[in-house]
């Protein structure tokens, strides 16, 4: 059984008088990975504060086992003011360079010593030489091992003048530096290119510790974390394995929870009717049903006192046209910099949701731009349809006003809205969004990057679009809101395009892949399918590009053709076909049977009542269908000629 590197002991934090931690405890034990999610305002960030000590907690205790080496890694990391890329990197091995000054100071004090304490120093010396060994003598190797994993080209730069992706990388490479017993990172991908990200994914697969991973990039928990946390209403729950293993267990909880809720809920409605023909409280054992109808009443409200999920949806503007934006021989270049379109041809069509693929300072906003209207292109032309309406958010969020409040910037002093479904109050709209109506007069410079993130959002959707460009719209989202924006975008009628480092998001809501390739002309190509499939579609292009020439065989004087198969089955396959649609009858009628079971609120009442057994049957029967027609399909279509 490992041993726990950190852990958290019946813990408690209050702001006011809100518990955003209430009798938390949980531990995190060495070797494992665990990633921690939840809702923007659930504590996320306060129980990391809590675990790098920037805060206590009101009652409880944290934990974290004397002797292991423990990196932190927060969203925004901060650094010496003036202090170099090197000098960070630097700060990162303090330990590693005050064991060498302290093995110099060792050697120095050796043989002017007494005995005893002799004795003690070359002990202390053989500790220290054994870590050494271990981590290296020199630092410069570490150092440069450190720049050229992380792709630090300039380590004479100074920190801060760095963009956010590049102070990222610097933080991560400190850390990898410290080869950490146990590294905890809160949002460790913000900021980051997919490159980065990927060599991010690669190390924490490869790392030993002990890690717990707050991010709400889904496609790296599936790829890292082997626990799930979900941390909601100041508690903790945990799921065994990646996402996706969480959503399946969470599906199933919530679909438990709901059958014996609806039958709690007809129980009551059952109940308040006795109530309600005047039952008489008389009698000792009246008076105790009516104290069960109160029970079970405040029961179901707890179960069902849900927050309420607004759906987002965009409202679609009423261009009819197939082409909003054709972009023809496209060059763009800043003066003096290189080339960032070579020769481009794009054509945004009605339908379409484009993904921007390619790596920080490729000029991924620099084209929105351009297609835009915003920047002029050097050569080429960007024809634009004479009446569409675009909506657009740009990744420096600079469509908010900061001086004005949350209100106004999003309603400019108007009491009501028009959603496209009809109209409401601006600020009962903006509740929807997560803020509250006695917060909505603040000024927008005081919001949270996901605040102003869904304000933004909140604001894009009252303004019908035939065009949505949306520059990073996922950062700073928590995993709920990435969801119902998921959905949202799916929704929208009209065209998008879409630049985001969430990978996983990307795949969900894209149709087509803009991609960088990086040499040639030009530097941009389109692809049909999400960014997940253009290194497969990029390879499939290369191949059918490049010319064949096929040997002659000798006396050969033609090509041979085969002969085409005759349509139809072999005995064999008639016999499987007629196995396979049987298979398929008695499974329908098994699945049916199952269904029946799942329908009954009394099938959950307990532990061991029928609907348990049911639901798992009926999902491994459902898996044994969806194969079954596979192959009942490919008999069908071969037998037909098809």
């Given at each position: 059984m490992?041993?726990?590197?950190?852990?958290?002991?019946n813990?408690?934090?209050?702001?006011?008088?809100?518990?955003?931690?209430?009798?938390?405890?949980?531990?995190?034990?060495q070797?494992?990975?665990?990633?921690l999610i939840?809702?923007?305002?659930a504590?996320?960030?306060?129980?990391?504060?809590l675990l790098t000590?920037d805060?206590?907690?009101?009652?409880g205790?944290v934990?974290?086992?004397q002797?292991?080496?423990?990196?932190?890694?927060s969203?925004?990391?901060?650094f010496?003011?003036?202090?170099?890329?090197?000098?960070?990197?630097?700060?990162?091995?303090?330990?590693?360079?005050?064991?060498?000054?302290r093995?110099?100071e060792?050697?120095?004090?050796l043989h002017g010593?007494?005995?005893?304490?002799?004795?003690?120093?070359?002990?202390?010396l053989?500790?220290?030489?054994?870590l050494?060994?271990?981590?290296?003598w020199?630092?410069?190797?570490r150092?440069?091992?450190a720049a050229?994993?992380w792709g630090?080209?300039?380590?004479?730069?100074?920190?801060e003048?760095?963009?956010?992706?590049?102070?990222?990388?610097?933080a991560?490479a400190?850390?990898?530096l410290?080869?950490p017993d146990v590294?905890?990172?809160?949002?460790?991908t913000?900021?980051?290119?997919?490159?980065?990200v990927e060599?991010l994914?690669?190390?924490?697969?490869?790392?030993?510790?002990?890690?717990?991973l707050?991010?709400?990039?889904r496609h790296?928990?599936?790829?890292v974390?082997?626990?799930?946390l979900?941390l909601?209403d100041?508690?903790?729950?945990s799921?065994?394995?990646g996402?996706?293993?969480?959503?399946?267990?969470?599906?199933d909880?919530e679909?438990?929870e709901?059958?014996?809720?609806?039958?709690m809920?007809n129980?009551?409605?059952?109940?308040m009717?006795?109530?309600?023909r005047?039952?008489?409280?008389?009698?000792?054992?009246?008076?105790?049903r009516i104290q069960?109808?109160?029970?079970?009443k405040?029961?179901v409200?707890?179960?069902t006192?849900?927050?309420?999920?607004?759906?987002?949806t965009?409202a679609?503007g009423?261009?009819?046209?197939d082409?909003?934006?054709?972009?023809?021989g496209?060059h763009?270049?800043?003066?003096?910099?290189?080339?960032?379109?070579?020769n481009l041809?794009?054509?945004?069509?009605?339908?379409m949701?484009?993904?921007?693929l390619?790596?920080?300072?490729?000029g991924?906003?620099?084209l929105?731009?351009?297609?835009l209207?915003e920047?002029e292109?050097?050569a080429?032309e960007v024809v634009?349809?004479?009446?569409?309406a675009?909506?657009?958010?740009?990744?420096?969020?600079?469509e908010?006003d900061?001086?004005r409040?949350?209100?106004?910037?999003?309603?400019?002093?108007?009491?009501?809205v028009?959603?496209?479904?009809?109209?409401?109050?601006?600020?009962?709209y903006?509740?929807?969004?997560?803020?509250?109506?006695?917060?909505?007069?603040?000024?927008?410079?005081t919001?949270?990057g996901?605040?102003?993130?869904r304000?933004?959002?909140?604001?894009?959707?009252?303004?019908?679009?035939d065009l949505?460009v949306?520059?990073?719209?996922?950062?700073?989202l928590?995993?709920?809101?990435?969801?119902?924006?998921?959905?949202a975008?799916?929704?929208?009628?009209?065209?998008l395009?879409?630049?985001?480092?969430?990978r996983?998001?990307?795949d969900?809501?894209?149709?087509?892949?803009l991609?960088?390739?990086?040499?040639?002309?030009?530097?941009?190509?389109?692809y049909e399918g999400?960014?997940?499939?253009?290194g497969?579609?990029?390879?499939?292009r290369?191949q059918?590009a490049?010319?064949?020439?096929?040997?002659?065989?000798?006396g050969?004087?033609?090509?041979e053709?085969?002969k085409?198969r005759?349509p139809?089955l072999?005995?064999?396959?008639?016999r499987?076909l007629a196995?396979?649609?049987q298979?398929?009858?008695?499974?329908h009628a098994?699945?049916a049977g199952?269904?029946a079971?799942?329908?009954?609120?009394?099938a959950?009442l307990?532990?061991?009542s029928?609907?348990?057994l049911?639901m798992?049957?009926?999902?491994?029967?459902?898996t044994?269908?969806?194969?079954?027609?596979?192959?009942?399909l490919?008999?069908?279509?071969?037998r037909?000629?098809?």
């Amino acid at each position: 059984m490992p041993s726990i590197a950190l852990s958290l002991i019946n813990v408690t934090k209050r702001y006011g008088a809100t518990a955003i931690l209430d009798g938390l405890s949980f531990g995190l034990f060495q070797g494992e990975k665990v990633g921690l999610i939840g809702r923007n305002g659930a504590g996320k960030s306060t129980l990391f504060r809590l675990l790098t000590g920037d805060e206590i907690p009101d009652s409880g205790e944290v934990v974290i086992t004397q002797g292991l080496r423990i990196a932190r890694l927060s969203q925004e990391p901060h650094f010496t003011p003036g202090a170099s890329v090197r000098q960070a990197l630097e700060a990162a091995l303090a330990d590693h360079a005050a064991l060498l000054a302290r093995h110099q100071e060792i050697h120095d004090r050796l043989h002017g010593s007494n005995a005893e304490a002799e004795a003690r120093l070359f002990d202390e010396l053989q500790t220290i030489e054994h870590l050494l060994d271990h981590w290296g003598w020199d630092l410069s190797p570490r150092l440069k091992a450190a720049a050229t994993v992380w792709g630090l080209a300039d380590l004479d730069v100074e920190v801060e003048s760095l963009s956010g992706g590049w102070r990222k990388r610097v933080a991560l490479a400190q850390a990898w530096l410290k080869e950490p017993d146990v590294l905890v990172l809160d949002e460790p991908t913000n900021h980051l290119d997919p490159e980065q990200v990927e060599r991010l994914e690669a190390w924490l697969q490869g790392y030993e510790g002990a890690l717990l991973l707050i991010t709400h990039d889904r496609h790296l928990l599936d790829a890292v974390v082997t626990r799930m946390l979900e941390l909601e209403d100041g508690a903790l729950r945990s799921y065994e394995g990646g996402y996706s293993d969480y959503l399946l267990e969470k599906s199933d909880r919530e679909f438990r929870e709901a059958r014996l809720t609806e039958h709690m809920q007809n129980r009551l409605r059952r109940e308040m009717a006795w109530l309600r023909r005047g039952a008489k409280a008389r009698t000792r054992k009246s008076k105790l049903r009516i104290q069960e109808v109160l029970d079970l009443k405040g029961s179901v409200e707890d179960r069902t006192r849900l927050e309420v999920r607004q759906g987002l949806t965009f409202a679609k503007g009423g261009n009819r046209s197939d082409a909003l934006i054709r972009a023809e021989g496209l060059h763009f270049a800043y003066p003096g910099g290189a080339e960032l379109m070579g020769n481009l041809d794009l054509s945004l069509q009605r339908g379409m949701r484009i993904a921007l693929l390619g790596p920080n300072g490729c000029g991924k906003s620099t084209l929105l731009k351009v297609l835009l209207g915003e920047l002029e292109p050097t050569a080429g032309e960007v024809v634009r349809h004479p009446k569409f309406a675009v909506t657009a958010i740009s990744q420096g969020r600079g469509e908010l006003d900061g001086a004005r409040t949350i209100l106004d910037n999003l309603a400019d002093r108007a009491a009501i809205v028009d959603t496209g479904n009809g109209t409401v109050l601006a600020h009962v709209y903006l509740t929807r969004f997560g803020f509250p109506v006695d917060q909505q007069n603040r000024p927008a410079s005081t919001l949270s990057g996901g605040e102003r993130n869904r304000l933004l959002l909140a604001k894009a959707m009252l303004s019908p679009a035939d065009l949505l460009v949306l520059d990073e719209p996922t950062n700073d989202l928590d995993i709920p809101t990435l969801q119902n924006l998921e959905e949202a975008l799916i929704g929208f009628g009209g065209t998008l395009v879409l630049v985001s480092h969430d990978r996983f998001f990307l795949d969900q809501v894209a149709t087509h892949t803009l991609a960088w390739n990086g040499t040639g002309s030009p530097r941009w190509e389109l692809y049909e399918g999400p960014p997940s499939t253009v290194g497969s579609l990029r390879e499939a292009r290369a191949q059918t590009a490049q010319p064949t020439k096929a040997e002659p065989t000798k006396g050969a004087t033609r090509a041979e053709t085969p002969k085409p198969r005759k349509p139809g089955l072999s005995q064999k396959e008639q016999r499987r076909l007629a196995e396979v649609e049987q298979a398929l009858a008695d499974l329908h009628a098994r699945i049916a049977g199952q269904d029946a079971i799942l329908a009954d609120p009394a099938a959950f009442l307990r532990s061991d009542s029928p609907g348990h057994l049911a639901m798992r049957e009926r999902e491994a029967h459902q898996t044994e269908l969806d194969l079954l027609e596979l192959e009942w399909l490919e008999l069908e279509e071969k037998r037909t000629g098809d």
